[in-house]
T-cell receptor, first 114, second 112 residues
C-alpha cells in the first residue's frame, strides 16, 4: 500500500512543452506539498495546500501551477518547460499544518528537459 | 529566511564505527527540527524530530540527535552503525506552518 504516490516516475521532454505530474495520498491527510530537488540536492518547497486551499506559494515562476481537485490529490502542471526545470520533484503530505508535523514523501519524479 | 548547513556531504564508515552528522541552522527563536533519511530505492522518511522538551531526541533504528540552542545545532548520532544504515540523511528546520527548509544532505556509506 503506497502512502504517497507520484506519476510518472521519469519524464523526459523537450523545451517549450507542457507537462503534468500527479500526486495522490491515501493517508487521509489534509495538507500536501510540492518540493523541487535541484542538482545540488537541496530540497526546496514550492507549494503547499491544506484541504484544497493554497497555503504556501514560494517564489516559483508562474509557469508552475498546482491544482488540488480534492484533498487526496495535488497535481503540478508546468507550462513552457525550460532547461532549468530539470530536477527531481517530490510530493509530500502531512496530517495538518500545525507545527512539528511529520511529512510523508512520495518517491519523486525525475524530470529531464532537453 | 532560514538556511541549513550539513557539514559533510559524503561520509564513509566501517560497521560498528560511531557516527555523528553535523547540522546547523541560521537563526534562533522557537524551532522545530527534523532528520529525514532516504534509503537506497526508498522514499524519504522521518528519522526523528524535535519540537519541544528534552533536547536529546531518540529516533528509529538507534539514532539520536541533540538540539543545542546556543550553537544552533541539531547533530545526528549513532554509537555503532550497520551496513543497513547506508543512506542519504537530510536535516531540516521548520520555518513556519510546516514549511521545511532542508540541508543539502549527507550520503553515508557503511562498509561491511
Amino acid at each position: 500500500d503506497t502512502a504517497v504516490s507520484q506519476t510518472p516516475k521519469y519524464l523526459v521532454t523537450q523545451m517549450g512543452n507542457d507537462k503534468s505530474i500527479k500526486c495522490e495520498q491515501n493517508l487521509g491527510h489534509d495538507t500536501m506539498y510540492w518540493y523541487k530537488q535541484d542538482s545540488k540536492k537541496f530540497l526546496k518547497i514550492m507549494f503547499s495546500y491544506n484541504n484544497k486551499e493554497l497555503i504556501i506559494n514560494e517564489t516559483v515562476p508562474n509557469r508552475f501551477s498546482p491544482k488540488s481537485p480534492d484533498k487526496a490529490h495535488l497535481n503540478l502542471h508546468i507550462n513552457s518547460l525550460e532547461l532549468g526545470d530539470s530536477a527531481v520533484y517530490f510530493c509530500a503530505s502531512s496530517q495538518g499544518q500545525a507545527g512539528g508535523e511529520t511529512q510523508y514523501f512520495g518517491p519523486g519524479t525525475r524530470l529531464l528537459v532537453l | 529566511a532560514q538556511s541549513v548547513s550539513q557539514h559533510n556531504h559524503h561520509v564513509i564508515l566501517s560497521e560498528a564505527a560511531s557516527l555523528e552528522l553535523g547540522c546547523n541552522y541560521s537563526y534562533g527563536g522557537t524551532v522545530n527540527l527534523f532528520w529525514y533519511v532516504q534509503y537506497p530505492g526508498q522514499h524519504l522518511q522521518l528519522l526523528l524530530k524535535y519540537f519541544s522538551g528534552d533536547p536529546l531526541v531518540k529516533g528509529i533504528k538507534g539514532f539520536e540527535a541533540e538540539f543545542i540552542k546556543s550553537k544552533f545545532s541539531f547533530n545526528l548520532r549513532k554509537p555503532s552503525v550497520q551496513w543497513s544504515d547506508t543512506a542519504e540523511y537530510f536535516c531540516a528546520v521548520e520555518e513556519y506552518g510546516n514549511k521545511l527548509v532542508f540541508g543539502a544532505g549527507t550520503i553515508l556509506r557503511v562498509k561491511s
